[in-house]
């Protein structure tokens, strides 16, 4: 049982919004239902939701619209979008929407349950690791994940991914310079040490609040805390 996963059911069919809700809540999830994006969006000022569940062709707002307002609102909330409309374009502009998965209407209860249960798993490893003040780098996302979700930019993605896979979680300038595609010179180097003061910051805003990268005296950096490797795929 996951009674602590939040879902929200966005459907304008009222019958099928309800069926859904009773489903989900049989099967110890906490779930709420809205008929438009209004109305979800009145939901989510009150209560913090885990899961989406979105139906695409929705009467104002249209669902791949209200997906991509709230994974750039909202980056930790997961997103499965259900419509009819299941051939691969259509697919793949959900996903380019914020979609984290992409079922095809009609949807069995069975294969509706088994999505929910992979997110919830993975929202409940995220959880544990955080427990012992480890945080999550989510590669395809470019998105380092703890007590709250922070934007990484690309360059910054790849610098952590380094310190992250090095032996001892230490790295030399010259290779953190290589990695980046940047010319090994003073100037290279004085913009890396800009990006690992904003790094620090970053890491500070996702949630570890002790020191988390070391510059070591003319060597390179040491990456100091925990940080788990995902590509976020179902």
Do not use: W
Not at 20 to 27: A, G, W, Y
Not at 53 to 74: C, F, I, T, Y
Not at 85 to 93: H, P
Not at 127 to 152: F, M, P, S, Y
């Amino acid at each position: 049982m996951h009674s602590s996963l939040k879902i929200a059911v966005l459907e304008d069919n009222d019958e099928l919004r309800e069926l859904m809700i009773d489903l989900l809540q049989k099967n110890g999830y906490q779930a709420m239902g809205a008929f438009d994006a209004e109305g979800l969006d009145s939901l989510i000022m009150q209560h913090q939701f885990d899961l989406l569940l979105l139906d695409l062709n929705l009467p104002g707002e249209h669902g791949l619209s209200v997906a991509k307002r709230l994974k750039s609102a909202l980056p930790s909330l997961y997103i499965i979008m259900t419509t009819a409309l299941s051939g691969t374009n259509e697919r793949v502009i959900g996903y380019q929407q914020g979609a984290d998965l992409y079922l095809p209407k009609p949807v069995s209860e069975q294969e509706l349950l088994a999505a929910i249960s992979s997110v919830a798993r993975r929202i409940n490893q995220i959880r544990n690791r955080l427990t012992t003040n480890e945080l999550t780098l989510d590669l395809k996302r470019r998105q380092l994940i703890g007590t709250h979700t922070v934007d990484l930019s690309p360059t910054e993605t790849i610098l952590l991914k380094q310190l992250i896979l090095s032996t001892h979680k230490k790295v030399d300038y010259f290779k953190l310079l290589e990695t980046t595609k940047r010319e090994v010179d003073a100037k290279s180097k004085a913009s890396l040490e800009v990006q690992i003061v904003n790094l620090r910051k970053k890491i500070a805003a996702a949630g570890y609040s002790k020191p988390s990268v070391r510059s070591v005296r003319n060597e390179g950096y040491e990456l100091l805390c925990p940080i788990a490797l995902t590509t976020n795929n179902l």
